[in-house]
């Protein structure tokens, strides 16, 4: 059985930096395009960040590109999300995501990811 377990979460000023990490377990971590979703208070789900398995491609929602980075370590089965530049838009609970896709592509939909972590709260005081 998956699990996938966040951690990194916290309480930072805008123009901050934080470092969400999410650890895998449960099947084979390379083989499967990660991805970061977060969901703010009366909102739905949304696409933040995904990295590919295999050739490594990353993809970024709008709002966050050139502040957000995601990454992987295959060796630690550990998917991170550096953001810097944080917003007070930013806050939310921030989910870790694992899913099929082809080699090379990351999905941006919530339907392509079957796994998902419980969630690390993120606070942007302004």
């Known amino acids: 059985q998956v699990q996938l377990v966040e951690s990194g979460g916290g309480l930072v000023q805008a123009g901050g930096s934080l470092r969400l990490s999410c650890a895998a377990s449960?099947?084979?971590?390379?083989?499967?395009?990660m991805a970061w979703f977060r969901q703010a208070p009366g909102k739905e789900r949304e696409f933040v960040a995904a990295?590919?398995?295999?050739?490594?491609?990353?993809y970024y929602a709008n709002s966050v590109k050139g502040r957000f980075a995601i990454s992987r370590d295959n060796a630690k089965k550990t998917v991170y999300l550096q953001m810097d530049s944080l917003k007070f838009e930013d806050t939310a609970v921030y989910y870790c995501a694992s899913g099929r896709a082809n080699k090379g592509s990351a999905g941006r939909r919530i339907n392509e990811y079957d796994a998902w972590g419980q969630g690390t709260q993120v606070t942007v005081s302004s």
């Open positions: 990295i590919s398995w295999g050739i490594t491609n990353t």
């Open positions: 449960g099947r084979p971590f390379s083989d499967y395009a």
